[in-house]
């Protein structure tokens, strides 16, 4: 990896077989995915780390093979990788979004599964595109610096009531 910035990319979790967890299928998500992976590869002023799905996910992570000079595919802990990023791009509001807010970076952050189960408060912070094209129109956006970015809401470092951000 060459280029002067770097995005972290942290998605979300396959659903297997797990019941109750059927916001968008596996395949779906699979294809938005290889999508997103095409996208990245051809933007060769930037360098990319593609996180990998948490160990304890149901599926095996399909991208954990995969292979382009600008995408690094890391199993490390996403707060590990956060020195190594200049801005982070989510593609689901959940956990990892709470995460990046503390890392004190530029974040993108959509849902492509709408907004009903967005926490309100981070709904501010989430934008949801009409469908993967223009999300990935957000993201070349972000990348170039031209996207407003909804930063509204803020968490405080220390003394965090858990409580209170996710209710």
Not at 10 to 30: C, H, K, Q
Not at 57 to 67: A, I, L, R, Y
Not at 75 to 90: M, R, T, Y
């Amino acid at each position: 990896m060459k280029s002067c910035k770097t995005l972290l990319y942290a998605p979300t979790l396959y659903a297997g077989d797990v019941s109750g967890f059927n916001i968008i299928s596996d395949s779906a998500y699979y294809l938005w995915q290889s999508m997103l992976w095409n996208f990245l590869e051809t933007k060769k002023d930037w360098d990319f780390i593609w996180k990998g799905i948490p160990r304890s996910c149901h599926v095996e992570d399909p991208f954990q093979n995969k292979k382009a000079k600008n995408i690094r595919y890391s199993s490390n802990s996403l707060k590990s990788e956060f020195g190594n990023a200049d801005k982070i791009l989510l593609d689901f509001p959940s956990t990892p979004l709470y995460e990046a807010i503390t890392a004190e970076k530029e974040i993108l952050c959509f849902s492509l599964f709408g907004s009903e189960f967005i926490r309100s408060n981070v709904r501010d912070r989430v934008s949801i595109p009409k469908d993967p094209d223009q999300a990935l129109s957000f993201i070349d956006h972000f990348l170039n610096d031209r996207y407003k970015i909804k930063q509204k809401s803020k968490l405080k470092k220390n003394n965090i009531d858990w409580k209170k951000i996710v209710m």
